[in-house]
Structures are given as structure tokens and as C-alpha cells.
């Protein structure tokens, strides 16, 4: 004799199980992302130094540009952790202080560029044929500048510090996005809903924010993590050429400037080591982050 499970559509006492076709779509794409282990690892990493370089005023004694004569190109000790600079200032404060720097760099750039990335998109998609031509052929222009030159030119013309570091980024940073956010929207405007909106006399304002903006989210979340890792490299790039942000303001960039200098390379090591590998590891998990977003993101992870 077979018994079989009740049907739950005929008994109302079985109460059905939900699985992974019953929850939203941020909730699966959230699964997906706690499911890569190496956005985990990468959140692991990420969230301790984020703390440990808002915080660090509170909990360590030395500030960044504190001058200790009697720590001269001192080794890492019981005082200083990660041992002083050749001016006596202790190297883990400017190293926090530095990843302060670079951080507040970089989500700014990010912001700036997102926000230009967005509008210029979002108008050569919505306001039509020539609107779209010329604004296309502008950001084609900017795309073909060499991006190294294009970055030295802009840093010489705009100067050293944290805004016009700023600046410099972002205005570097946003014509891909602009052309993902028109690839979006030009299918988006198609959409009955959208037409529907233009018939009944939506304005370029309602179609931006109110229809373009949350059916981007997703472009602009998984962009913004990965432009951050590579904006922490401008930043550091830009500040190791003298470009940057200028001591004795303290980044991670012009730390390893020191590393230019042979005594500092060959006789005090933890100067621009400790540096280097915060550097390569805060990019690394920022970018482990950026492809479990947009793995988490994907439409077609709900096929496979």
C-alpha cells in the first residue's frame, strides 16, 4: 500500500514550505551574495579596517603628525606597533589616518561619478534621437582620451589636496557608466508603463528619478563597489607621483612615496610595507565585494 503526501492546495492543515521561488528578489539576490565565499571574505576584511580607521582617534594614543625626536626610523615596538618615519610621527596613525584619506577620496569620487554617470545616461535615453547622438558623441570623445595622460593633466591643472583629488577622479570615472545606464533605460522606455507615463505628460524629471533610477540600482550599487577599489588606486597613484594629496597630510599613497628613496626601501622596510599590504588587501576585498554584488545582481543566477 502507497501512502502519498496530502496535496496542500486540498488540505489546509499542510502548510507549504517556502522555497527559493517564494522570496523577493533582494532576498534571493542577498542569498547569493552570503553564498560567495569570497564576498564574505571580503566583508570580513573590509569592515574591520573600516572601523579601525573611523575609530582610531579614540582608542590610539599618537596622532598623525606628532613629531617624536626620540623615534627616529625606530622598528616596530611595544610603543609603536608598526614602528615611526624618519621625522619621528608613528607609522600606524598616519597609516590609519591615510586609509581615512583615501577612503573619503574614493566614495566621494564614486559619489561625483555616479551622479554625472547617471544624468548623462538617463538624458541621452530619455530625451530623445538628437539629444542621444550628441550626447553620445561626447562621451565617446571622453572615452578616447588616454586615461593615464588625460588623469596627469587634470592633476597638474587642478592641483594637489583632497578636493581637487576628488575632482580629478570623479570626472575621470563616469563615461562607462553613463553608457550601462543608457543600455538599461533604452530598453526601459520601450516598457508600456514608460509610454504610458509620456502619454499622460510625465516630464524628463518623473522619468529620470521616478522610472530610470530604481530600475538602476542594481547597475549603480555593483559600480560603485568596484569603481571605489579603483579610485583607492588613483588616489594612491596620483599621491606616490606627487599629484595627490600632499604631506605632511597623511595618505596611503605618499607613504610609499618613501619607498622611492633607497635608505627607506633597503634599511626601514616597515614604512612602506605595512602601507602596501593594506592597500593591496583593502583593493582586493573591496573588488571580492564588487563580484559577489554583481554575481548577487544577475538576473540569470535565478535560472541556473
Known amino acids: 500500500m502507497t501512502i502519498t503526501a496530502p496535496d496542500p492546495k486540498i488540505d489546509p492543515t499542510v502548510v507549504p514550505t517556502a522555497g527559493p521561488q517564494n522570496k523577493g528578489p533582494l532576498r534571493r539576490a542577498l542569498d547569493r551574495f552570503f553564498e560567495n565565499r569570497a564576498a564574505r571574505a571580503g566583508l570580513l576584511i573590509v569592515v574591520p579596517i573600516l572601523l579601525a580607521v573611523s575609530t582610531y582617534s579614540l582608542w590610539w594614543p599618537f596622532s598623525p603628525n606628532a613629531i617624536d625626536l626620540r623615534a627616529i626610523n625606530k622598528g616596530p615596538s611595544a610603543i609603536h606597533w608598526l614602528g615611526s618615519d624618519g621625522v619621528g610621527r608613528d607609522v600606524m596613525a598616519r597609516l ?63 592641483g594637489t589636496g583632497i578636493a581637487p583629488t576628488i575632482l580629478v577622479i570623479s570626472l575621470l570615472s563616469w563615461p562607462v557608466l553613463s553608457r550601462m545606464v543608457r543600455a538599461r533605460l533604452l530598453e526601459l522606455r520601450e516598457r508600456d508603463f514608460v509610454v504610458a507615463a509620456r502619454g499622460m505628460g510625465a516630464g524628463l524629471p518623473h522619468l529620470l528619478f521616478r522610472h530610470g533610477l530604481p530600475n538602476c540600482i542594481d547597475i549603480l550599487v555593483v559600480y560603485a563597489t568596484l569603481q571605489i577599489a579603483n579610485a583607492i588606486l588613483l588616489e594612491a597613484g596620483l599621491s606616490f607621483l606627487g599629484l595627490g594629496i600632499a604631506p605632511p597630510e597623511a595618505s596611503w599613497g605618499n607613504m610609499l612615496n618613501l619607498a622611492r628613496s633607497t635608505v627607506v626601501l633597503e634599511q626601514y622596510p616597515w614604512q612602506w610595507m605595512f602601507p602596501g599590504a593594506v592597500l593591496v588587501l583593502t583593493v582586493l576585498a573591496i573588488n571580492f565585494i564588487g563580484d559577489g554584488l554583481r554575481d548577487a545582481f544577475d538576473p540569470r543566477s535565478d535560472l541556473n
Open 96 to 158: 590609519l589616518q591615510g586609509g581615512r584619506i583615501s577612503l573619503l577620496v574614493a566614495v566621494c569620487s564614486v559619489a561625483i561619478s555616479i551622479v554625472i554617470g547617471f544624468l548623462v545616461g538617463a538624458v541621452a535615453s530619455f530625451g530623445g534621437r538628437l539629444v542621444d547622438g550628441t550626447v553620445m558623441r561626447f562621451v565617446d570623445l571622453a572615452m578616447t582620451l588616454p586615461p593615464v595622460i588625460f588623469l596627469l593633466v587634470l592633476a597638474s591643472i587642478a
